[in-house]
Each structure stands twice: as C-alpha cells, then as structure tokens.
C-alpha cells in the first residue's frame, strides 16, 4: 500500500480482491495530493474495489452452476439433489459477496459524502443540490460517514 508518497497523475494502483481478481485504478484525479491525507479515503475505495472483484468471481461461479444444473436436468422426478453441495457452496459464496459488496459501496458513498463536507468545504446545502438530494439526506449520509471515519479500523 502507499503510504506518505504523493500520488502522481497517471499513477496506477492494483487491488486485489480475496478471490484473486485484481483492479488497478489510475490515480489522476488526486495528483499532488499527499496520501496519508487522503489515506482512509482511499482505504475504503480500495475495499470497495476488492468487494467487486471478489463479487465478479462469485457471480461467474453462479452463472458456472447454473449451466450444470441445466445440463443435469432432464424431464421427470429428478434423480438426486440437482447442484449438490459445490451449487450450495457456489450460491453461498455469491451471496456474502454480494452482501460485501453492498456494504463496501454504502461505505464508499458516504466516506464521499462525509468527505466532501469535511474536507471539502462544501455546505450541506451545496452538497444537496449538486446531489438532488435533499438536505436530510445528505446530512444523514454526512453522519453516517463521520461514524465510520471515526471508528477504530476494523469496526466501521
């Protein structure tokens, strides 16, 4: 991971998810800002990219059963259990990394919020109308990010 480097325009990072998929990201948007000030930030969008990769992977494991199970199919009372326990496992898998996923991209959403507010400058208001989205949301989102961003790592 970087850390107290400044991230260049063009620089490229790579996240890998837990089931091997790898992302890379350019990083041009925030060069010359230094990265332990946006260190956190980037910690949560870096989960976030590794929650895709590993929902990719889980949802090619669905989609892989889903073509056995057709193929094992055939007119009648099925024989045994169709799918067994690798289709089990498969959906399973599929579904926490779907649950992963929705966590990590609310995370995200309101690390922005938050840090467009905090960091940012922006008013409430301001943040709302360049949203379309009311004021109380916003500031519910604001502070469910501020929550997050000041929890110990690892319990946000």
Same mark, same amino acid.
């Not at 260049?8 to 230094?34: F, I, L, N």
């Not at 609310?106 to 208001?125: F, M, N, P, Q, W």
């Not at 916003?138 to 110990?152: E, I, K, Q």
């Given at each position: 991971?970087?850390?107290?480097?400044? %991230?260049? /325009?063009?620089? %490229?990072?790579?996240?890998?998810?837990?089931?091997?998929?790898?992302?890379?990201?350019?990083?041009?948007?925030?060069?010359?800002?230094?990265?332990?000030?946006?260190?956190?930030? *980037? #910690?949560?969008?870096?989960?976030?990219?590794?929650?895709?990769?590993?929902?990719?992977?889980?949802?090619?494991?669905? /989609? @892989?059963?889903?073509?056995?199970?057709?193929?094992? #199919? +055939?007119?009648?009372? $099925?024989?045994?259990?169709?799918?067994?326990?690798?289709? +089990?496992?498969?959906?399973? /898998?599929?579904?926490? =990394?779907?649950?992963?996923?929705?966590? =990590? &991209?609310?995370?995200?959403? %309101?690390?922005? *919020? +938050?840090?467009?507010?905090?960091?940012?400058?922006?008013?409430?208001?301001?943040?709302?109308?360049?949203?379309? +989205?009311?004021?109380?949301?916003?500031?519910? &989102? %604001?502070? #469910?990010?501020?929550?997050? @961003?000041? =929890? $110990? $790592?690892?319990?946000?």
């Amino acid at each position: 991971m970087l850390n107290r480097r400044t %991230v260049g /325009e063009g620089a %490229v990072m790579r996240v890998q998810g837990r089931s091997g998929t790898a992302v890379e990201a350019e990083a041009g948007a925030t060069s010359g800002v230094p990265y332990d000030e946006l260190a956190e930030f *980037y #910690r949560v969008i870096d989960t976030a990219l590794a929650a895709c990769a590993d929902f990719r992977g889980a949802l090619e494991q669905v /989609e @892989h059963s889903l073509v056995e199970l057709r193929a094992l #199919r +055939r007119p009648g009372p $099925p024989p045994v259990v169709l799918g067994g326990g690798a289709t +089990r496992e498969a959906w399973a /898998e599929f579904s926490a =990394a779907f649950r992963a996923l929705n966590g =990590a &991209l609310t995370h995200a959403r %309101v690390e922005g *919020y +938050r840090a467009a507010v905090d960091d940012g400058g922006l008013t409430l208001s301001e943040l709302a109308r360049m949203s379309g +989205r009311s004021r109380q949301q916003v500031t519910r &989102l %604001v502070n #469910r990010g501020r929550d997050a @961003h000041d =929890a $110990p $790592p690892g319990r946000s």
